[in-house]
């Protein structure tokens, strides 16, 4: 209760505090709150790092994506505050597009000056919309951006920004450079005193610049990833420096570490991915600190591979040879076809081929030589439409027999 008291609080007073420089741009508080949790693990940087959160991180960021995917997640803030969303990237070789749709939302208690209330719930929504361009390494895009915050039935912000990023692949498969401007352009409503407002870069909702980089290696058999992220907030100057590693200490398990340096709620973040063929399992868990209060803030995501994952290349399959060719006594008779009437070619089987003129012999050596007639045997006749031999069909022999007689005789 008094963590979402105090919430409560700094969020109502940041929107009619508009005059103190300290509150300017917190209008919409959750906007500067990261998504994704691979992400978030790495310490919240995400300009030029695969994953989820283009709206926050970088609108180029679906570029580096092997694959199109979609994602669903959720997670708590300190003060339960919950929080969830989905994303879905569609990379195609010359272009790319990606939807995003994130909310948060907090139940609590009214009261009147008598001690009597009801239940109320603050929530804000954010959707983006991303449009691509893909040239050989590089890749430029801009995205539409829509907020809004209700609060109880007291308040009702809106807003719609644009944003612009690059990604440039600088050695493909290793290092990827990113840059971003973040709701550069808009339009806001209902802020303050309830006039229309030209711009949120006026004092109402952060605008940020944000450049990163991320290398990609292997130690031994423990491939890696390191980044880091500086990040410019417009409104008050300031700079904050994401940095995270990741470390796949199994082909399927992945260990991740990072720090918000910059950023002193926030101590450090923590996090592990699951990757199981197409379907992947990522939670982060940041511990934070609020005044005196430490409590866990965590998100919790899985993604879909429309791609599947990646794997070694597999060894080509070794060609089927044929069989070999099944020799009688001195003629070999391949298994291959029955309709060929022509004899093998010698030397293929390993013993010479019989020629008609020398099959006349003496009856003596009938056993051991072969007893072809003066034309070749066509196995597809019958036995009875040839010279008078045996034929055994189901294993291909022509066996010489003992009534067979030479010509001569």
Known sequence: MKQTF???????????????????????????????P???????????????????????????SAYSHANAEFGQMPGDVNRGGFESVMVFPEWFTAI????????????????FGSAASSSTTFGALSLGYIRDNLALAVSINMADDRIWVSSNYSAVSFSAGLGYKA??????????????AAWSRGFGDGKDTSAWHDGRVPVFARAGAAWSDAIGPLPYTVTADIAYRDEDGTFSMPVGAEVRVLPYISLRVGKRIGWESEIMSLGIGFNLDRISFDAAFVPSVFVDDYEIK??????????????????????????????????????????????DEPG???????????????????????????????????????EPEDSNDSEGLTEPTESSESPEE
Not at 14 to 25: F, I, K, L, P, Q
Not at 308 to 332: C, L, Q
């Open 6 to 36: 105090i919430f409560l609080l700094i969020l109502l007073a940041a929107s009619v505090a508009a005059d103190d420089s300290r509150n300017r741009g917190y209008g919409f508080l959750m906007a500067e709150e990261p998504v994704g």
């Open 38 to 64: 691979r992400n978030v693990a790495m310490g919240s940087a995400g300009a030029a790092l695969p994953g989820s959160g283009f709206r926050y991180y970088n609108p180029a960021q679906p570029f580096f």
């Open 100 to 115: 995003s749709f994130h909310t948060s939302s907090v139940d609590f208690e009214t009261r009147d000056e008598r001690g």
């Open 171 to 184: 050695l493909d498969g290793k290092l990827n450079l990113g840059a971003a401007w973040l709701n550069g």
């Open 298 to 343: 965590w998100n919790m995501g899985f993604t879909y591979s429309m791609g599947g994952k990646r794997r070694p290349a597999m060894e080509p399959a070794k060609p089927v040879e044929s069989p070999e060719p099944i020799k009688s006594n001195d003629t070999a008779i391949s298994t291959d076809s029955t309709e060929s009437t022509e004899p």
């Open 348 to 386: 293929e089987s390993g013993d010479p081929v019989v020629s008609p003129e020398e099959s006349s012999v003496d009856t003596e050596g009938a056993e051991d030589e072969s007893t072809e007639p003066s034309e070749p045997i066509d196995p597809s006749i019958s036995p009875e439409s040839t």
